[in-house]
């Protein structure tokens, strides 16, 4: 099944960045009867599946929104557990990541995670630094609004100590002071479990992204559906404020 979705993508209208707002883990355990925690071990399988599935289409940036800021206010057990499987998932997956040539980053304020985590992910990073097939990028620790604010705060750092004009800044500047700063934009979001918002996430960098919302709760999220997202963004007009004519002229 999978090589018949293949078959049908087109290679040259593949996004270069797809990112996910893995959502539903804890509603398909309670719809299975099991622990919340659980939902979020069967989503590991489901990382797998979209890495692989990025791979075999070509994307080059796949970036998984782990654990945001607001998540610190769930139930302690489950936020400590969140972070003992986020520890045993990256050390069990390193050596198939380098295997495959995977490149691992964050975005988000990983300072704050705890040390155990933090030192997995560093080292993780560290020993993939150099593969160049596909880059996972975790957000973790993250909000769109804290690395906007984070971005002002480093921009109004510059402009007091005079290395920088007020008039001078720009878009550019304030992308290159993002988390996502060597990250090109995402082309494609993808949300699971049949919500229809963006929860805070790559709110600058979605200014012009298309979106794909499903129904399907993330621990079922398979390669299938991946390949079914791209097919549904291949389908699309990408105007950036031109007109559909003007459009069809330049691909002329």
Not at 7 to 15: M, T, Y
Not at 168 to 181: R, S, V, W
Request: glycine content about 4%; hydrophobic content about 35%; overall charge neutral.
């Amino acid at each position: 099944m999978s090589k018949d979705y293949l078959k049908i993508i087109q290679q040259s209208q593949v996004p270069s960045h797809v990112a996910i707002i893995m959502d539903g883990n804890g509603r398909w355990a309670k719809k299975h009867g099991k622990d919340r925690i659980e939902g979020h071990k069967a989503g590991v399988e489901s990382v797998r599946n979209a890495v692989k599935a990025s791979i075999e289409c070509g994307v080059k940036y796949l970036t998984l929104y782990a654990f945001s800021t607001e998540n610190w206010n769930r139930p302690k057990e489950e936020v400590d557990a969140l972070m003992e499987l986020l520890v045993f998932a990256i050390e069990t997956e390193v050596s198939e990541l380098n295997k495959n040539n995977i490149k691992l980053t964050t975005i988000g304020d990983i300072k704050q995670l705890p040390e155990k985590c933090y030192q997995s992910l560093i080292n993780s990073i560290e020993l993939l630094k150099n593969n160049t097939q596909l880059t996972l990028i975790l957000a973790l620790n993250y909000s769109s609004k804290w690395e906007i604010t984070h971005a002002c705060k480093l921009i109004a750092q510059k402009v007091k100590d005079g290395f920088l004009e007020p008039e001078n800044i720009t878009p550019q500047i304030i992308e290159q002071h993002l988390n996502t700063a060597n990250i090109p934009d995402p082309e494609l979001i993808i949300r699971t479990s049949g919500e229809y918002r963006i929860s805070n996430f790559l709110l600058w960098q979605a200014a012009y992204t298309e979106f794909y919302f499903t129904p399907i709760y993330w621990p079922e999220f398979t390669k299938e559906e991946f390949y079914k997202a791209i097919m549904d963004f291949q389908k699309r007009e990408r105007r950036f404020g031109k007109t559909s004519e003007q459009i069809q002229s330049e691909h002329k």
